[in-house]
């Protein structure tokens, strides 16, 4: 192993808490690892979905067009972080990728830290990028078959999302239509990356399929700027990777302005949209503004009924990684408050990738009902999960 | 006068605070204004630049192939507030457009609210966003010329912008040095609108001349998404008027990432970068999230030395206009705090847009030192004013 490799342990990773051994010959779990105690719903594992797992669920005119000519998928543009943008201890040490292995990841993230539910998101969002969209629909559907053979057949908490080709909404709802009916599919998966702002009514087949199978509608940063998406930033393209995360709360706010001017919560009041990965604080002035710009200038958008913040509250979810650090803990009262996280927030890990946010240690200390709430009931009501009863026997496949 | 327009009234404006009667006859002052006691410096009063005032200030050759073809020029792509975009009592009751007539703008704005100095922005930020860079040029100079002709000779409180055609950084140094020598020239002007965010090293020539001449670069909202720019978001075209505002802080935000990791202030270590009119507190949990990612992937960008906050407080002000409001008085101060305010914080008014700050209401009350260096002193630091002197004799030309 690459000495360079280890000083990119992040400090929240499950290797972090010194549950692990990570010497020159590798990282390994080191045995010791005592269970959490708080019950935990973990709203964004990643596991392994790359094209050598995939292929088999793909038809036959793909895997020969792939074969002959490589996966044809726009790819990440810029450098990434950790060990190609995965923890270095998530790397299984029996080989094989980060994610890729259930065993390794039971023993690594799920039983340790308690997490009584997982939702899994995969690393397929890329093929939202692509401008075949039959090709795209294809390797949607492969992403979502694989998921339910070898990881939610496997371990009944996993729960899975339904990968769309968000660029061909009457394909994607017949997507949803398809795998929307089985209660271990509990969302519809979304990149970040756009050419049109999600709020735009050429996504509606998208949401009237969210809609009939009571689904959320997530967003997950991901292929901003690649493939046939808008450039990352409303300035253009950007150089660095650190741009590039700090546009993707930007490419989530035109989301949510979205949703909100275009009048997609008066046509489907139940439909809830989760954020993910695009930080969380951000939310919060944004919304002081979209609320100010709306009182002034609402009869340009009559339709929209109640201040930008109260559909916020009402129709949009967030979660939790990678939270923002506030300068104390009187100021992230504030947001939090602000932010009306009771109600919105929900925890998630990000697992297997480099900047991973621990239960035990991403977020600041909570009381307890607002801790219960974001770390397990919130996305417990979302995503139609038993709430927690500390005597109910875990039930395993 | 439309009825309907005077439902636009904004409650900031000159005229909200019962100086000015608004009747179905029009808007005119009432003769009653008294004047405020606190001195301002207002960094951001649009005078009038329309086509027809500039043009006398064109080469013949664009004069003649404007009359035969239009001016060719990127406009707005959404409706506006107000009056065509302005305050309704801005428009001078002799006729005419808003900000077109000096004698009102300081029987309007600049008497009554004790405007000591007003930094004159205009209305021809556009031309920045046009492909033919000849052209944006030669209109860039006219710009330039008639302000100081027509404004800067005529009134020593204001100030003068020069405009440059940022799309062709040589020929805009050149501008730069033709009247950045004047003492009433303060600051470079552009355009949020960008085809690359302004760390790039495209446009180091512009800031070798602003360095050259000590001369603040400001980025002024306007032309996002418009002509040669890049989309106003990454995720795209945006279909409402709330929606396009909502997108100038995502602009600025890739803005603000871009000179810092790209190294703009290592290189340039005296430029001051000013934020205008996309919003203050954004900036807050912005700077949180580049903090963190800095700490994180520093390796990347080595030539990046201090922590992005720390870049802010030192090159970086922000104009107040328009301003979030917060839920209460404490959280304003946090803000504040966060954003080091009584640094990098300076009033303007926006005059005679329709979501005008007047300095009576737009800003929650602040203690005394606050509140002369947000509405005097870091104006004064930055564009190089005299101090406020309160026995002063004021001079006017």
Redesign the interface.
């Known amino acids: 192993m690459n000495l360079q490799a280890i000083s990119y342990i992040?400090k929240n990773s499950p290797g972090g808490d010194e549950r692990m051994q990570v010497t020159e010959e590798g990282a390994k779990p080191n045995g010791k690892r005592s269970k959490l105690k708080r019950p935990i719903i973990d709203c964004d594992i990643h596991h392994y979905t790359g094209f050598d797992v995939l292929k088999p669920y793909l038809p036959r005119a793909y895997r020969e067009l792939i074969h002959t000519y490589g996966k044809a998928m726009p790819g990440g543009m810029h450098?990434n972080?950790g060990v190609g943008g995965r923890m270095v201890d998530s790397l299984p040490p029996d080989g094989g990728p980060a994610g890729g292995n259930l065993e390794y990841m039971r023993e690594h993230h799920l039983d340790p830290n308690n997490i009584h539910y997982g939702i899994l998101t995969g690393e397929s969002l890329g093929v939202q990028g692509t401008i075949n969209f039959d090709y795209a629909a294809a390797c949607c559907s492969a992403y979502n078959d694989y998921t339910i053979d070898h990881w939610l057949a496997k371990d009944s908490r996993l729960k899975g999302s339904i990968m769309i080709p968000k660029q061909d909404p009457i394909q994607a709802a017949k997507e949803i239509d398809r795998v929307g009916g089985r209660s271990d599919m509990v969302q519809v998966l979304v990149q970040?990356?756009?050419?049109?702002?999600?709020?735009?009514r050429y996504y509606y087949p998208i949401y009237e399929a969210c809609v009939r199978h009571h689904l959320p509608f997530t967003i997950h940063v991901s292929g901003?700027?690649s493939g046939m998406?808008?450039?990352?930033?409303?300035?253009?393209?950007?150089?660095?990777?650190?741009?590039a995360?700090?546009?993707r709360?930007?490419?989530m706010?035109?989301?949510v302005?979205?949703f909100i001017?275009?009048g997609v919560f008066e046509r489907f009041p139940t439909l809830k949209v989760v954020l993910q990965e695009a930080?969380v604080?951000?939310i919060?002035?944004?919304l002081?503004?979209?609320?100010?710009?709306?009182k002034?200038?609402r009869v340009?958008?009559p339709w929209v009924q109640k201040k930008p913040s109260e559909y916020f509250r009402e129709n949009f979810r967030v979660t939790t990684q990678?939270i923002?650090?506030?300068?104390n803990l009187?100021?992230f009262k504030?947001?939090m408050d602000?932010l009306h996280a009771k109600e919105t927030m929900m925890y998630c890990s990000d697992y297997p990738h480099?900047?991973y946010d621990s239960p035990l240690l991403a977020l600041p200390r909570m009381e307890e009902e607002l801790a219960h709430r974001v770390y397990y009931q919130n996305a417990a009501d979302l995503y139609n999960l038993p709430p927690y009863q500390p005597e109910e026997k875990e039930e395993r496949v």
Request: no cysteine.
């Open positions: 992040n450098f972080g970040n990356g756009a050419f049109f702002p999600y709020g735009n901003e700027g998406n808008a450039q990352p930033t409303g300035a253009g393209h950007v150089t660095h990777y650190a741009e995360r700090a546009a709360p930007q490419v706010m035109a989301h302005a979205s001017f275009e930080g604080f951000w919060v002035p944004y002081w503004r979209l609320d100010q710009d709306w002034s200038l340009q958008t990678p923002e650090e506030t300068p009187e100021v504030h947001m602000s480099w900047d």
